[in-house]
């Protein structure tokens, strides 16, 4: 874990939480009373106490006790936000899992050939027009009420942008094997 980078958080008036390691060193200062009822364990204040650790991060932190009814996990999360509930901070955590999910979604699926410039902001720029172009397909999809994944209708869109004909024929004549590759064009390997 990077406790520097989590302090810069903290220095910028942004909060974050994070899955705790196992052998964390710290002292505990305080303990918040929890609902049992609720999935929270407990709901501790402490301050870091290794050698390095205390000094990247040397403010206190809230470390919260989460047990996952669903997948029978019992989760430890840290966070400087002392304010929200555990409860709704442990939820965050699952919607940050969601949010990595998208990004690596995005990563695996745009289609940057090449980049037109090598600045940094040249870099940056274009890997946000990939990204706005994924958000405009992703409403266009849930206001056409299509049934079908974003990558097929990036595909369909990326033949058909140019083309005289309205955006839904072009769903309505698509078919998942003309996306599959003809086996015999594909050379051997191995031939034996």
């Not at 903290?10 to 609902?35: E, G």
């Not at 097929?152 to 309505?172: Q, R």
């Not at 004549?173 to 390997?189: A, H, K, M």
């Amino acid at each position: 874990m990077d406790f520097a980078r989590l302090y810069l958080c903290t220095q910028a008036c942004a909060f974050f939480v994070t899955r705790a390691q196992k052998n964390l060193p710290f002292y505990l200062r305080t303990t918040r009373p929890v609902d049992r009822s609720s999935a929270v364990r407990c709901d501790p204040s402490l301050r870091l106490t290794g050698i390095r650790t205390a000094r990247r991060y040397p403010h206190l932190l809230r470390r919260i006790t989460y047990h996952d009814a669903e997948k029978d996990l019992r989760l430890t999360f840290l966070t400087n936000n002392f304010s929200l509930l555990p409860l709704p901070i442990a939820q965050l955590y699952r919607v940050c899992g969601q949010v990595e999910r998208f990004f690596r979604w995005i990563k695996q699926h745009r289609r940057i050939k090449a980049f037109y410039g090598t600045s940094e902001n040249a870099v940056k720029t274009q890997g946000g027009v990939a990204l706005a172009a994924y958000l405009l397909v992703a409403i266009a999809k849930k206001q056409l009420g299509l049934d079908m994944n974003l990558y097929p209708i990036l595909e369909i869109l990326s033949v058909t942008i140019f083309e005289k004909t309205p955006i839904l024929e072009g769903f309505s004549t698509f078919n998942d094997q003309s996306l599959d590759v003809d086996p015999g064009i594909q050379l051997s390997l191995f031939d034996l």
